[in-house]
T-cell receptor, first 114, second 114 residues
Framework: KAGVTQTPRYLIKTRGQQVTLSCSPI?????VSWYQQTPGQGLQFLFE???????NKGNFPGRFSGRQFSNSRSEMNVSTLELGDSALYLC?????????????FGSGTQLSVL | EDKVVQSPLSLVVHEGDTVTLNCSYE??????LLWYKQEKKAPTFLFML????IEKKSGRLSSILDKKELFSILNITATQTGDSAIYLC??????????????FGKGTHLIIQP
């Protein structure tokens, strides 16, 4: 079974630009969550999607958004990039996104904002 | 505000040593505590703990949860260089529906010297 796939692996952008990251969950998994990882803050929850609906959102500004498609693939978008958005963005999937389900993580997209 | 604190933040030991990693938490509506290992990019699942006092084991790794004192430990015996990684502790809370996202600690960076 293929794991969680994230593209692209690396991305370099400049301030003010926008970026779209993609995540394909494990086949059969319907819940996709996104996390931001930085050296200072560690992993922080961005949002979670299930059946094309955002069910939960972390404490991030509105510049961070996402969506999920009918095949459970998900994208996240960051608009008006800031230097502080430089981070590893990790996507994780689980079968139903219910309690006591372990998350399976992708290898992430490393975003650098110059 | 939910909080997960890991200690130590970094640890250097020699191959063959035994290490104990700590994770304490302050959250509302605790559901489970999870340990992940992050070697390069993708965190990989180690343990999920929901009940106090029940040790979970996988080879040389073991973990236990104390819900009264609000902490967990991860033990690694007979360490090998392949155990070098960042070990992440995360807590899941009960929510009204869906996955609220995990609250992560900042991780313990473990280095095993040959």
């Amino acid at each position: 079974k293929a794991g969680v796939t994230q593209t692209p692996r690396y991305l370099i952008k400049t301030r003010g630009q926008q970026v779209t990251l993609s995540c394909s969950p494990i086949s059969g998994h319907r819940s996709v969550s996104w996390y931001q990882q930085t050296p200072g803050q560690g992993l922080q929850f961005l949002f979670e999607y299930f059946s094309e609906t955002q069910r939960n959102k972390g404490n991030f500004p509105g510049r961070f958004s996402g969506r999920q498609f009918s095949n459970s693939r998900s994208e996240m978008n960051v608009s008006t990039l800031e230097l502080g958005d430089s981070a590893l963005y990790l996507c994780a999937s689980s079968p139903r996104g219910q309690g006591n389900e372990k998350l399976f993580f992708g290898s992430g997209t490393q975003l650098s904002v110059l | 505000e939910d909080k997960v604190v890991q200690s130590p933040l970094s640890l250097v030991v020699h191959e063959g040593d035994t290490v104990t990693l700590n994770c304490s938490y302050e959250v509302t509506n605790f559901r489970s505590l999870l340990w992940y290992k992050q070697e390069k990019k993708a965190p990989t699942f180690l343990f999920m703990l929901t009940s106090s006092g029940i040790e979970k084991k996988s080879g040389r790794l073991s973990s236990i949860l104390d819900k009264k004192e609000l902490f967990s430990i991860l033990n690694i015996t007979a360490t090998q260089t392949g155990d070098s990684a960042i070990y992440l502790c995360a807590v899941e809370i009960h929510s009204g529906g869906g996955a609220d996202g995990l609250t992560f600690g900042k991780g313990t960076h473990l280095i095993i010297q040959p």
